[in-house]
């Protein structure tokens, strides 16, 4: 059963041992760990077998992009915050 981690869910994945050394050495060429590039593979498999995956693609993209702008605001917020209490010293 997946686990919540932020805005993705984790999950485990077993792989048998000759295949994941196939997947081990093919990212490395690319320079990306081997969980970026399984996850892109699980995308990519996804987009062939489900016509539902580009409206779960775009939703993804719009938490992402929410999730960046509620953090920046936050910051920012801080900032202000902090530079008032200074202010007041």
Same mark, same amino acid.
């Given at each position: ?20 050394? /196939? ?12 969980? %970026?590039?399984? *996850? @892109?593979? #699980?995308?990519?498999?996804?987009? /062939? ?12 993209? %719009?938490?992402? *992009? @929410?999730? #960046? ?21």
């Amino acid at each position: 059963m997946p686990l919540n981690h932020g805005n993705k869910f984790y999950c485990q994945l077993l792989i048998d041992p000759n295949r994941y050394k /196939l997947a081990e050495n093919l990212p490395s060429q690319d320079g990306k760990k081997v969980t %970026a590039y399984l *996850r @892109e593979l #699980v995308y990519a498999g996804l987009a /062939l077998r489900s016509s539902e995956y580009e409206s779960a693609k775009e939703a993804d993209e %719009a938490a992402w *992009r @929410e999730s #960046v702008k509620r953090r920046v605001e936050g910051r920012m917020r801080s900032r202000q915050e902090g530079s008032v209490l200074k202010g007041d010293a």
